[in-house]
């Protein structure tokens, strides 16, 4: 993807996230609270995406039935990449990661575009820079954040999430704050 496709799919995907807040107004939780997190692997098998949400049992039933070509099953994978335990492992970017490792996608060579719609919080952080550290042999893994909990603000700007050099994710780089792309409204 180019710095424009990653701009693009980045708007879809949190017009995405907004939708799913407005479908699930007054439903059985609060969607805001959740995360929608999206990969897009692109290898020799083709292009594929993946989506991560963190409470599927609380989407409504329409929702549900838009997203399920592309939903990854809610249910724990057999052999992770990232064991940490507990609620740890229920973070949609770690679900989504796992997920990736499970099917064999993060040990095929290839490219992986991961997006959060959210900040990326410490847990994740450190799942991530895990996952570019065990798959860098076979697989460049660029991870996004959108910040959405910022508002409409954030339809305007896809931040690069970087972490800081040996710190596995906990710290992030200092480019993270500043590099971004703009989406057309400059």
Excluded at 37 to 64: M, P
Excluded at 83 to 102: C, F, K, P, W
Excluded at 103 to 111: A, D, E, H, T, Y
Excluded at 133 to 155: N, S
């Amino acid at each position: 993807m180019n710095e424009g496709e990653i701009v693009e799919y980045a708007q879809n995907l949190y017009a995405a996230y907004c939708l799913l807040i407005l479908e699930n107004e007054g439903y059985v939780h609060d969607p805001e609270a959740h995360n929608l997190c999206s990969a897009i692997v692109k290898n020799n098998s083709g292009t594929y995406e993946f989506l991560s949400y963190s409470n599927v049992s609380g989407l409504s039933q329409k929702v549900r039935l838009y997203v399920q070509g592309s939903l990854i099953p809610s249910t724990p994978v057999t052999n992770p990449l990232i064991a940490r335990g507990g609620m740890q492992d229920l973070h949609t970017e770690v679900r989504l990661i796992n997920y990736l490792y499970s099917i064999g996608l993060l040990s095929q060579p290839g490219v992986v575009y991961f997006f959060s719609t959210r900040s990326v919080c410490k847990t994740c952080a450190q799942a991530i820079a895990t996952a570019q550290q065990a798959c860098a042999k076979h697989v460049a893994f660029m991870p996004c954040e959108l910040k959405a909990e910022d508002g409409l603000d954030t339809i305007e700007k896809v931040h690069m999430f970087l972490a800081k050099k040996g710190t596995l994710g906990a710290i992030r780089d200092s480019t993270s704050e500043h590099g971004q792309f703009h989406i057309g409204m400059n």
